[in-house]
């Protein structure tokens, strides 16, 4: 364990607690404050993943403008009726927690089963028993993960840049198809939320 | 405080490489940063006193040591042994950390600011605490949190006009981050980058011959642009709305007491000050010296003195602008205000942006 | 047992992946029983967040190590966050302003008051 690894044990629990209280808190504002602080443990996961520019554009744009949206729109129509609501019918609730158990079970065997340290394309399904005796994730990979190159130059602007202004195999008609849908997002919203125009 | 030394620890993450040692040192400046970083708000407070004295013709505090030099302290003492009211109606918890997250972000962007350097030829000679290559737009991101402690705190108070001061300056605060937003990305267009030492280090030398080229001879425009939106960021007047007192009942602080208050107080001359050390390191050449001064000095102890002294009489300076502009300009109303940020400054920032992309694009 | 662990390392890909999709699965859970359509919105918010996650964690522990390929195999996976972020700026702005719409329709931002369309 070097200092990573406890940074990343750290921010991992810290993000699962505070997305469960964010499911379960009953008052809105309490659950945009949660969301916005889950927020930063992945962005220090990010930053240990060495995605320097994805680690701040997250903090900018989901903390700094999506939530900041959200809390605005929340304190504004103030919505303390449903406090009082009880919540939906247990069966439904149960069924819903099955339902994303199931969802994580299945993930998590497909991830302890598949070599995915390896590389990819000639990964095969390791023995179903091999990986069920020795438990879990950790067990599973043959040969651990090359750790992420941590020199801060590897997801820096100048990379994400290049890779996505490539002037042959770029993204910038992506990129354009998204601007472009943020615009039309923007007249859309105005349209939608405004009185009168 | 303990937020601010694990931010720190995290900015310097890419560093991890430098030596078993790195944290401790890490954790000392950043220490060192906070300390100097209060004090300098304190002062900055002293400042104001005297500068508005000045304008307004009176002499302004002078009993507490020196020509009142000590004032900071008296004041910041009585701040703290105020009786510390958390009043029945309140929402606790938002009521407690709203004060600290209005607090937060101004202290930590002071952890990518480059003060100084000792080589002013390379970047990454820097004093900085941490130099990321993203340094502009993590200001920019800290910048924007600093909604949250205005809004949580109004709404906590649990009091209509508090929550209509809350909202009113958030409102204010996204409406003029879009084109301040917009003015930075004209600047780093023609910056080519986002790492601000590196920024500083294009500053240097002379544009058109007798201009030091810093980025406000540049991008004229940006730099007017961005500098109004400080200036609406750090509720200074004219765009201090968010605490009329006369007209609109304070605003979200109405509720709040004793440290609390003053930790809005002081979080808000720490947001002034590092809002003007990013204008004087953005546009205004951080630490570059004009005219290749830079040339006469041996890399070492003299440059690094020499660039940290002109770091701060920029920032100084930038300083005392603001002070003098508090004291001279009358508030606007909400709806002026608003107009000249979506109707006046976003337009001008969007068509400086397009100026920008058919003249400088190299 | 804790000290097999403490020699284990512990930031590998198949733990990121977990965590995303603990995350994911924590937030599919919001959005099928909550009531409050902020706090459903919110959930989505969780879920997007964990996909970012994995395609993060695939590119860095997987093609950062790989020189060999073109850039844009590289960073391919982070660019697809930048766009997976952006398309979430956008529907955080439409949804929330759809939220708003109905909140004047019915004073409400309960689920069950907009069952209008159902037989």
């Known amino acids: 364990m070097d200092f990573l690894d406890v940074l990343f044990l750290g921010c991992a629990a810290l993000a699962v607690v505070l997305a469960v209280l964010t499911v379960s808190v009953r008052n809105a504002v309490t659950a945009a404050f949660t969301l916005v602080a889950m927020f930063f443990p992945v962005a220090a996961i990010f930053l240990a993943l060495s995605a320097t520019f994805l680690a701040v554009i997250q903090v900018l ?34 069924a819903a927690a099955v339902f994303a158990a199931l969802f994580f079970l299945a993930t998590t065997h497909a991830v302890t089963t598949y070599a995915l340290s390896d ?8 023995p179903a028993g091999e990986a069920g005796a020795s438990g879990g994730a950790k067990a599973a990979a043959p040969a651990p ?10 997801g820096g602007p100048k990379e994400i840049g290049e890779a996505l202004f490539n002037r042959d195999q770029g993204f910038t008609f992506q990129f354009e198809a998204v601007s472009v849908l943020i615009l039309v997002a923007a007249v859309g919203a105005v349209v939608l939320a405004k009185r009168r125009l | 405080m303990i937020m601010a030394c694990a931010g720190a620890l995290l900015l310097r993450l890419p560093g991890t490489g430098e030596g078993s040692l790195w944290w401790a040192w890490t ?15 304190g002062l900055l407070v002293y400042a104001e006193r005297k500068v508005c004295a000045r304008i307004q013709n009176r002499i302004g505090p002078n009993r507490v040591g020196p020509a009142g030099i000590l004032q900071w302290i008296a004041d910041a003492v009585k701040l703290f042994l105020k009786e510390d009211i958390v009043p029945d109606h309140v929402n606790r918890f938002f009521y407690i950390v709203g004060p600290f997250m209005a607090f937060f972000p101004g ?8 003060f100084g350097t000792a080589n002013t030829a390379d970047p990454g000679a820097a004093f900085a605490l941490a130099s990321l290559d993203v340094g502009l737009v993590f200001v920019v991101a800290l ?19 508090s929550l209509l001061g809350g909202l009113r300056s958030s409102a204010q605060l996204i409406s003029y981050e879009i084109p301040m937003g917009l003015a930075l990305i004209s600047l780093i267009m023609s910056a080519g980058s986002l790492s601000l030492p590196e920024i500083v280090t294009q500053q240097q030398g002379t544009f058109l011959g007798f201009l030091p080229n810093w980025y406000c001879f540049h991008q004229p425009v940006a730099f007017l642009i961005f500098w109004v939106c400080a200036f609406a960021e750090g509720n200074r007047l004219p765009f201090d709305l968010p605490e009329a007192e006369p007209e609109l009942v304070g605003g979200y602080h109405t509720e709040y007491s004793s440290m609390k208050f003053g930790m809005f107080f002081l979080g808000e001359y720490a947001a002034l000050a590092s809002m003007a050390a990013f204008v004087v390191t953005l546009f205004l050449g951080g630490w570059a010296l004009p005219y290749g001064v830079e040339a006469m000095l041996t890399p070492g102890w003299q440059t690094a003195a020499a660039t940290v002294g002109c770091f701060l009489v920029k920032w100084a300076l930038l300083l005392f602008v603001y002070l003098w502009v508090r004291w001279t300009l009358p ?15 976003l337009p001008l920032a969007l068509a400086n942006i397009f100026v920008t992309g058919v003249l400088a694009v190299r | 047992m804790v000290s097999a662990m403490l020699l284990h390392q512990v930031f590998t890909l198949e733990n990121t992946l977990l965590l995303a999709a603990l995350l994911f699965s924590i937030g599919a859970y919001g959005v099928l029983t909550r009531r409050n359509l902020l706090t ?44 997976i972020i952006a398309v979430a700026a956008a529907e955080a702005a439409v949804g929330l302003a759809i939220l708003v719409t109905l909140f004047r329709k019915k004073q409400s931002v309960d689920t069950r008051d907009f069952q209008r369309l159902q037989g």
């Open chain 1, 145 to 154: 993960a090359p750790a992420a190159k941590v020199d801060g130059k590897w």
């Open chain 3, 40 to 83: 459903v919105l919110m959930s989505l918010e969780i879920m997007l967040n964990a996909v970012n996650l994995v395609l993060v964690a695939f590119n860095s522990f997987q093609w950062s190590a790989r020189p060999a390929f073109e850039i844009q195999a590289r960073t391919g996976g982070q660019v697809f966050v930048m766009m």
């Open chain 2, 107 to 114: 202290m930590v962007v002071f952890g990518v600011m480059p």
């Open chain 1, 61 to 94: 744009v989901y903390a700094g403008a999506i939530m900041v949206l959200f809390t605005f729109v929340i304190m504004m129509i103030n919505p303390r009726r449903e406090e009082a609501v009880e919540p939906k019918e247990p069966d439904f609730r149960l």
């Open chain 2, 27 to 41: 954790l000392l400046w950043a220490f060192a940063l906070f300390n100097v970083l209060m004090v300098t708000a």
């Open chain 2, 143 to 161: 910048t924007s949190i600093a909604v949250y402690g205005v809004a949580y705190g109004g709404w906590a108070s649990n009091n209509k006009f």
């Open chain 2, 331 to 345: 508030r606007f109303r909400y709806d002026q205000l608003m107009r000249l940020g979506w109707k006046g400054l």
């Open chain 1, 119 to 126: 590389d990819y394309e000639t990964a095969a399904p390791a």
